[in-house]
């Protein structure tokens, strides 16, 4: 493709994406498709010669929009938003085009020295206070591995990287009951192994770890001659909201001498709110905390912001520096590659500027509390519907509930059956959980364009989808 080709295709994928985003709306949100219905549609082979760029948006239109779930879609209520924006979007244009490898310092210094200024203005932005540096990841299950192989080797004073883990009594890991999977992963990946993660129960109106559980789980396992090195708290579990009492737990890291990392992956961009910061009070206490602007401070996957106290328990962990890696002349620069596991790292920091500075924080407060708002009213309709039951109260902007019309016996079957048609409808996209036992249904709001009439839509559909369920 050459310049003049690479122009007009450029403003072609430019007026594409401003069409898409105006139209999806009238789009299914998830596609009704039995698997492998698209793959069924892509030749076996690639062409030998060059097709021309028409032939590829034609199959961009006809074969892979269709097979899509649409995430930026006005009415997905289901997991947790991963909203984007224009601003974003533009971005990310941008770091594919300049396309570094910003591994180094010095293989791209604007791209370090702008993720150190702009983690440092959203540290401002959630309340977080000085003392904490910021690093991006690619996902929060990447924060907290990086964070759960620093506090193992800080707990074995650098002998997991140095002996095996082997050499070592069993590290220990404590999350509660609500706590995200990649926790479970991170644990495995570490070698830490399932059977050292210890799951706290929880309890309370917020299903916050159990403190006292929590504590006496540590003394057990430290007479009995393993390591306790980390607590992870959950701050928006991503079942039903969860949140620990953070400056609780602390108080049982700091008794004990463990790493605290806080897992606030979603309910994390709430916290440029400061009516929300009462969920994370005790954060600041933290040795590091994940949020995920990729999920609602409309940035594009993937962007976890990862905060440290200490650095050097990162570094210590992660970094290697052979010959060819060495930077010549500019020694003491960050390179941020010593704070996470991949060498490579693409320029995220560009569409958090962007989005930042196109939105400014007033707006991005407005935005996220819309949210929580709207989330607010259609969990109120649910509650006052006689036929409906709100299962748990909205944490920020996500909250459960349950078809429950009186006599129906096995409520379970009836709601898995209500969100699959609902889904298979695709004018809404919601997911389940089991909750306490009950298999319930997550509602949560959190895309960018999404208003109160996408929300008014989504009860409407709802209701005309679970009276349908009687006709069979
Ligand atoms: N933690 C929580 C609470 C989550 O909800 C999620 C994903 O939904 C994660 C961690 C993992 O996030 P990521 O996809 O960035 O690894």
């Known amino acids: 493709m050459n310049r003049q080709d690479y122009r007009r295709e450029a403003h072609r994928a430019a007026d594409w994406s401003a069409d898409y985003l105006e139209t999806v709306e ?36 006809a074969v892979i929009v269709p097979g899509m ?33 910003c591994m180094l310092w010095q293989t791209s210094p604007a791209a370090t020295e702008l993720e150190t200024r702009v983690l440092d203005w959203l540290r401002g932005m959630i309340g977080l206070p000085d ?19 620093a ?36 644990v495995r990946i570490a070698g830490i192994g399932d059977a050292n993660l210890v799951r706290v129960p929880v309890a309370g109106p917020r299903f916050a770890m159990d403190t006292a559980a929590l504590e006496a789980a540590i003394l057990a396992d430290r007479a009995a001659g393993l390591v306790p090195a980390a607590i992870v708290a959950c701050l928006g579990g991503t079942s039903v909201g969860a949140c620990d009492d953070v400056a609780a737990v602390a108080d049982v890291a700091e008794r004990h001498g463990l790493y605290l990392h806080v897992d606030a992956a979603w309910a994390g961009s709430a916290m440029i709110c400061p009516e929300f910061r009462g969920f994370m009070a005790g954060a600041e206490r933290a040795d590091s ?53 991949p060498l490579g790292r693409r320029f995220r920091a560009l569409k958090l500027w962007f989005v930042i500075r ?27 519907a006689p036929d409906f039951e709100l299962v748990t109260p909205p944490m920020l902007s996500l909250f459960s509930f349950r078809y429950a019309p009186a006599g129906a016996s096995d409520l379970d079957a009836l709601n898995a059956r209500l969100i699959e048609r609902i889904n ?30 996408h929300v008014a839509e989504a009860w409407a559909v709802i209701r005309e989808i679970a009276h349908g369920l009687e006709a069979g």
């Open 26 to 61: 009238s789009l299914p949100v998830r596609p009704s498709l039995a698997p492998g219905a698209v793959a069924a549609r892509l030749p076996a082979a690639p062409p030998e010669e060059a097709e021309p760029m028409d032939a590829i948006f034609a199959d961009l239109d």
């Open 69 to 101: 779930t649409h995430w930026q879609h006005p009415r997905f209520f289901a997991y947790f938003p991963a909203n984007s924006s224009p601003p974003s979007v533009i971005a990310e244009t941008i770091t594919a085009t300049i396309a570094a490898q």
């Open 131 to 149: 003392g904490f540096h910021g690093v991006i990841q690619d996902s929060a299950s990447g924060a907290t591995l990086a964070a759960l192989l």
């Open 151 to 186: 506090a193992r080797e800080k707990a074995l004073s650098g002998g997991g990287n140095r002996d095996g883990l082997a050499a070592h009594a069993p590290v220990r890991v404590y999350a509660s009951a609500h706590a995200h999977s990649s926790i479970d992963k991170a």
């Open 289 to 341: 905390l994940v949020l995920n602007p990729h999920k609602w401070l409309f940035t594009n996957f993937d962007l976890s912001a990862h905060y440290v106290k200490d650095p050097a328990a990162l570094t210590d962990a992660l970094s290697l520096k052979p010959d060819y890696l060495r930077t010549l002349g500019a020694d003491g620069q960050v390179d941020y590659s010593d704070w996470s596991v």
């Open 358 to 384: 196109a939105y400014g924080v007033a707006r991005l407060r407005e935005m996220i509390r819309a949210h929580v708002r709207l989330a607010e009213e259609i969990a109120g309709w649910i509650a006052d």
């Open 424 to 453: 298979a409808d695709g004018r809404i996209y919601l997911t389940q959980t089991r909750h306490e036992g009950r298999f319930v249904i997550r509602f949560q709001v959190g895309q960018t364009t999404t208003e109160r009439r």
